[in-house]
T-cell receptor, first 113, second 111 residues
């Protein structure tokens, strides 16, 4: 069974540029999460989707971050414009339903110069 | 706000030795997860603990959960170099379904 797929794996951009990350969850997993992991820290939740609905986006900086999950499968996380402090690893995870085990993708390592 | 504290944050141990990593959390929860992360890699699920008194073992690692004490332990038996990695505990706050992670324990096993 394929795991959570993310792309790109690495991205280097200059500040003020836009950037987008893509995630394909495990087939049949209705719940999708985006986490942010800073160096030396544990992941922190940005947004959680139940099917196509964002049910917890309280930690998403909405002035520059946006996300969507069209058709309740793939998801895209966007940053516009990027700031130096956005350099981090962006992890996507999925689970069959809320409260069940979460499986993580390989992450996208973003470097903002 | 749920707080998850791990200790130690850094651990250097010799091969063949035993050690325990502790994970304390601040609010009621009966779902706790342990993950392993190798440098530059994503998180690999190790254990899922879903009830008070749960104990799970895989190879040289054993995890337990005491929900009354709000404490989970990850015990390492006869460490080997391949266990070198960062270990995270994560607590599922009942009302939120999101995982709250500790800062991780960076483990280095030396000959």
């Amino acid at each position: 069974e394929a795991g959570v797929v993310q792309s790109p794996r690495y991205k280097i951009i200059e500040k003020k540029q836009p950037v987008a990350f893509w995630c394909n969850p495990i087939s049949g997993h209705n719940t999708l999460y985006w986490y942010l992991q800073n160096l030396g820290q544990g992941p922190e939740l940005l947004i959680r989707y139940e099917n196509e609905e964002a049910v917890d986006d309280s930690q998403l900086p909405k002035d520059r971050f946006s996300a969507e999950r069209l058709k309740g499968v793939d998801s895209t996380l966007k940053i516009q414009p990027a700031e130096l402090g956005d350099s981090a690893v962006y992890l996507c995870a999925s689970s069959y339903s809320p409260g069940t085990e979460q499986f993580f993708g390989p992450g996208t390592r973003l470097t903002v110069l | 706000e749920l707080k998850v504290e791990q200790n130690p944050l850094f651990l250097s141990m010799q091969e063949g030795k035993n050690y325990t990593i502790y994970c304390n959390y601040s609010t009621t929860s009966d779902r706790l997860y342990w993950y392993r992360q190798d440098p530059g890699k994503s998180l690999e699920s190790l254990f899922v603990l879903l009830s008070n008194g749960a104990v799970k073992q895989e190879g040289r690692l054993m995890a337990s959960l005491d929900t009354k004490a709000r404490l989970s332990t990850l015990h390492i038996t006869a460490a080997v170099h391949d266990l070198s990695a960062t270990y995270f505990c994560a607590v599922d706050e009942n009302s939120g379904y999101a995982l709250n992670f500790g800062k991780g324990t960076s483990l280095l096993v030396t000959p």
